[in-house]
């Protein structure tokens, strides 16, 4: 979303307002982080370092090749998530005043069930999981009065959006210290927001009028394939690749304008449509380390590589272009007792849109996330409860102001509140 400038609306005067000016600014959920939501149930207290141990539910998503591992049957999941985000951007009306964008909402962030098959083929273990990659719930209604020559300015946001998957999954344990995996799923991506504002200046001449509608629904299909070593009794080396390809993807934008300028009126409605807004599906590769220190304490690490992505819509390249993306989490799981286990980790959400360059206009926004998370879980011998938070602080730049080279800071604060149970069998 960015300010009109004044060359672009043909006021004399710069108007201090934040809108949906152009198809080079995305107003949809978040498709260019990784990690805005943490998947799994104890991988979630670890801050998604996972990928070295992966043997419960939640290695369907992390690296098939740890349910080979598995113990035992489990079922797992997380729910009433509560999830919020604020985005300041800094000095973005009038070069003088901050702009403050919220949203939040509560959802299901995973569900996972694995079930050891030794009666099909000895160390063979399947696995099913749902999980949410990302969600955003807005309801934003924003009012700013007498900003020098502005009287007044509204802007209205409703925005549903969610990223989702469902996966299954079948590890074999090929040795005692070697496993192996493969997984197929499904991805969507459906997103819809609508925006209405208006603004007219304190002399009563100029007024605009500008409703926007934006939808991204997309479906697509990956393949897994993972290992997982354990050379020694105190370690575990987990590696795992996922790709995909859309079946089907599209964008859509309308807008209507109406304009009033010392008299003329002006409308000027309009639509554009995108078939192929999100390109290929960028192949994700993870690999993760485990330490078992003793037999209260292990710390895990993980690196995830995501490919950049430029064969998109030329059209909504400046929206959806990828570049590639390196993220890495260390997480650390202590047993104060034996039945209470603290799970605590730290982790980067990397943005991969491009950075907005002072060469360039019409550019998204570019917020690099550091996180953290603390779990506090309750554990029997059969079950396990956990609850914490994670909580993620990002800084950037955004480009405000439609056609024109300047850019400002963002600060980003994120946190999710979350509840989940382990059940095994």
């Given at each position: 979303?960015?300010?009109?400038?004044?060359?672009?609306?043909?006021?004399?005067?710069?108007?201090?307002?934040?809108?949906?000016?152009?198809?080079?600014?995305?107003?949809?959920?978040d498709q260019m982080h990784y990690r805005n939501v943490i998947t799994g149930e104890r991988a979630q207290g670890m801050g998604g370092a996972y990928t070295g141990i992966s043997d419960d539910a939640s290695g369907v998503f992390y690296n098939p090749g740890g349910l080979a591992f598995a113990q035992s049957n489990d079922i797992s999941g997380s729910a009433n998530?509560?999830?919020?985000?604020?985005?300041?951007?800094?000095?973005?009306?009038?070069?003088?005043?901050?702009?403050?964008?919220?949203?939040?909402?509560?959802?299901?962030?995973?569900f996972g069930v694995m079930q050891k098959l030794d009666r099909l083929m000895p160390g063979l273990v399947g696995g099913f999981a749902y999980y949410t990659l990302d969600t955003e719930l807005k309801d934003q209604d924003s009012l700013l009065l007498n900003r020098g020559s502005l009287?007044?300015?509204?802007?209205?946001?409703?925005?549903?959006?969610?990223?989702?998957?469902?996966?299954?999954?079948?590890?074999?344990?090929?040795?005692?210290?070697?496993?192996i995996g493969v997984s197929a799923g499904y991805l969507k991506a459906d997103e819809l927001i609508q925006v209405s504002q208006n603004y007219f200046t304190s002399s009563g001449s100029n007024y605009l009028m500008r409703s926007v509608r934006e939808s991204l629904v997309a479906h697509g299909a990956q393949l897994g394939l993972g290992i997982q070593w354990a050379p020694a009794t105190q370690v575990s080396i987990g590696l795992s690749?996922?790709?995909?390809?859309?079946?089907?993807?599209?964008y859509l934008q309308t807008a209507d304008n109406l304009q009033i300028d010392n008299g003329t009126i002006t409308s000027a409605p309009n639509e554009f449509k995108s078939n192929n807004p999100l390109g290929s599906m960028p192949l994700e590769i993870r690999a993760g380390?485990?330490?078992?220190?003793?037999?209260?304490?292990?710390?895990?690490?993980?690196?995830?590589?995501?490919?950049?992505?430029?064969?998109?819509?030329?059209?909504t390249s400046k929206i959806f272009t990828r570049d590639s993306v390196l993220n890495y989490a260390i997480g650390t799981e202590y047993y104060l007792t034996s039945s209470i286990p603290i799970r605590a980790g730290y982790f980067t959400n990397n943005d991969a849109t491009p950075m907005p360059s002072s060469s360039k206009t019409d550019q998204p926004?570019?917020?690099?996330?550091?996180?953290?998370?603390?779990?506090?879980?309750?554990?029997?011998?059969?079950?396990?409860?956990?609850?914490?938070?994670?909580?993620?602080?990002?800084?950037?730049?955004?480009?405000?102001?439609?056609?024109?080279?300047?850019?400002q800071s963002i600060d980003a604060l994120a946190y999710t509140l979350g509840f989940s149970a382990t059940h095994s069998f």
């Amino acid at each position: 979303m960015k300010m009109f400038s004044p060359g672009r609306i043909g006021w004399p005067v710069v108007l201090p307002v934040i809108c949906i000016a152009s198809m080079a600014s995305p107003a949809l959920a978040d498709q260019m982080h990784y990690r805005n939501v943490i998947t799994g149930e104890r991988a979630q207290g670890m801050g998604g370092a996972y990928t070295g141990i992966s043997d419960d539910a939640s290695g369907v998503f992390y690296n098939p090749g740890g349910l080979a591992f598995a113990q035992s049957n489990d079922i797992s999941g997380s729910a009433n998530a509560f999830y919020s985000k604020k985005m300041t951007y800094k000095k973005a009306v009038l070069g003088v005043e901050d702009w403050k964008e919220e949203s939040g909402g509560t959802f299901a962030p995973f569900f996972g069930v694995m079930q050891k098959l030794d009666r099909l083929m000895p160390g063979l273990v399947g696995g099913f999981a749902y999980y949410t990659l990302d969600t955003e719930l807005k309801d934003q209604d924003s009012l700013l009065l007498n900003r020098g020559s502005l009287a007044r300015y509204h802007r209205a946001a409703n925005q549903r959006a969610a990223t989702f998957g469902a996966t299954g999954a079948l590890g074999y344990r090929v040795s005692s210290s070697l496993g192996i995996g493969v997984s197929a799923g499904y991805l969507k991506a459906d997103e819809l927001i609508q925006v209405s504002q208006n603004y007219f200046t304190s002399s009563g001449s100029n007024y605009l009028m500008r409703s926007v509608r934006e939808s991204l629904v997309a479906h697509g299909a990956q393949l897994g394939l993972g290992i997982q070593w354990a050379p020694a009794t105190q370690v575990s080396i987990g590696l795992s690749a996922r790709t995909g390809s859309y079946a089907s993807q599209k964008y859509l934008q309308t807008a209507d304008n109406l304009q009033i300028d010392n008299g003329t009126i002006t409308s000027a409605p309009n639509e554009f449509k995108s078939n192929n807004p999100l390109g290929s599906m960028p192949l994700e590769i993870r690999a993760g380390a485990a330490w078992f220190a003793s037999p209260r304490l292990i710390v895990t690490t993980d690196v995830d590589y995501h490919e950049a992505v430029t064969d998109m819509d030329h059209s909504t390249s400046k929206i959806f272009t990828r570049d590639s993306v390196l993220n890495y989490a260390i997480g650390t799981e202590y047993y104060l007792t034996s039945s209470i286990p603290i799970r605590a980790g730290y982790f980067t959400n990397n943005d991969a849109t491009p950075m907005p360059s002072s060469s360039k206009t019409d550019q998204p926004d570019h917020v690099d996330y550091k996180g953290v998370t603390l779990f506090l879980a309750w554990a029997q011998p059969n079950s396990q409860v956990s609850a914490g938070a994670v909580v993620q602080k990002g800084t950037g730049k955004s480009q405000k102001v439609a056609g024109e080279k300047a850019t400002q800071s963002i600060d980003a604060l994120a946190y999710t509140l979350g509840f989940s149970a382990t059940h095994s069998f």
